[in-house]
């Protein structure tokens, strides 16, 4: 496999002697390709940290992974899903406290998007992207979803949570558009470009790419 670190194919093993000191778990990310992973918002507080993490992108990556488990006592674990341990508690208690201080924008965003999340919430992953889709649990990765509608299996959807960088400037552009109005329809243009971004960032088709664009153009103009 690729890897965030290795410019050529590396094994588990190779991945393991690299690990650093500390490193709780061997991290991966499932997608389409290598491009679209390299670019994916998950990375970013890997890159930060500077943890190592595996490519898959051959369909039977995820199956392997889901009987491997663990190699060599480390847990093979996926970046694209929530993880407590990773957030640590101090960041924690400030995402917690920005989701209770912007409690009514959170919940608009959510009544918007009931039918493609199940949550919304402030994220400590992100640094650069305004927005990212997390799953919870052990439910069907975006992935696998992909991969099984393509072999015409019925698979029904995962409802994720949507993460939103709070610094990021078109995060801060919705609050203070709600703030301002809450029914505002630039409030709910600015939810779908949100979600959008953060399905197109992970690989995943947009419910409606014309609409997409044209609120993007909106956007601009």
Do not use: C
Not at 46 to 52: I, L, M, P, V, W
Not at 144 to 164: S, T
Not at 176 to 182: E, F, N, T, V
């Amino acid at each position: 496999w690729h890897t965030t670190q290795a410019d050529e194919p590396t094994t588990l093993g190779e991945y393991g002697a690299r690990m650093k000191s500390g490193q709780t778990a061997i991290w991966y990310l499932a997608g389409n390709d290598r491009k679209t992973l390299a670019s994916s918002p998950h990375l970013e507080a890997f890159q930060k940290s500077g943890d190592e993490v595996l490519f898959f992108v051959d369909p039977i990556d995820e199956w392997v992974v889901e009987r491997l488990a663990t190699f060599e006592g480390k847990p093979l674990r996926p970046i694209d899903r929530a993880d407590p341990d990773r957030e640590g508690s101090a960041a924690k208690e400030a995402r917690e406290k920005l989701d209770r201080e912007h409690r009514d924008a959170l919940a608009a965003i959510e009544e918007r998007l009931k039918d493609s999340v199940r949550a919304v919430r402030f994220s400590t992953r992100l640094s650069e992207s305004p927005s990212v889709l997390v799953a919870e649990g052990s439910g069907v990765s975006a992935n696998m979803e992909r991969i099984l509608r393509a072999a015409r299996q019925d698979v029904p959807v995962e409802k994720r949570v949507l993460e939103l960088n709070p610094d990021h400037a078109l995060v801060k552009k919705l609050l203070a558009l709600h703030a301002a109005d809450p029914r505002a329809e630039r409030v709910g243009d600015l939810v779908e470009l949100l979600h959008g971004q953060a399905l197109l960032a992970e690989g995943s088709a947009l419910p409606d790419p014309g609409r997409f664009s044209k609120l993007l153009a909106r956007l601009y103009a």
